[in-house]
């Protein structure tokens, strides 16, 4: 099982970035995917969700109306796309796959998790 996040950097603040998150070595269309992130010092905070087939999608309080999550199970990846970036969404990225339904926002819920990606916003 493996999930390998890419695509952070360093971006400006309100700038834009995509990142996204391969899968191998289990059926992820059956599995609902997490993106997580952790800042230093902070506890991990769950930043989006997207169930199976894509019918539900969750956001944490402090990305909604900015973040957006898509996949593409013939590709196997999911893809959250950060929009307007604040120097506060500057943390390690990663994905998660749980077999629940619909996208749970506790990292407790996750059995794979990728290595993470880190994005730095500068003001």
């Known amino acids: 099982v493996q999930l390998q996040a890419s695509g952070g950097g360093l971006m400006q603040a309100g700038g834009s970035l995509s990142v996204s998150c391969a899968a191998s070595?289990?059926?992820?269309?059956?599995?609902?995917i997490g993106w997580f992130r952790q800042a230093p010092g902070k506890e991990r905070e769950f930043v989006a969700g997207?169930?199976?087939?894509?019918?539900?999608?969750q956001y944490g309080d402090s990305v909604k109306g900015r973040f957006a999550i898509s996949r593409d199970n013939a590709k196997n990846t999911v893809y959250l796309q950060m929009n307007n970036l604040k120097p506060e969404d500057t943390a390690v990225y990663y994905c998660?796959?749980?077999?629940?339904?619909?996208?749970?926002?506790?990292?407790?819920?996750?059995?794979?998790w990728g290595q993470g990606t880190l994005v730095t916003v500068s003001s």
């Open positions: 998660a796959a749980t077999g629940a339904g619909i996208p749970i926002s506790t990292s407790q819920g996750y059995a794979y």
């Open positions: 997207i169930s199976r087939s894509a019918g539900t999608t």
């Open positions: 070595g289990f059926t992820f269309r059956s599995y609902t």
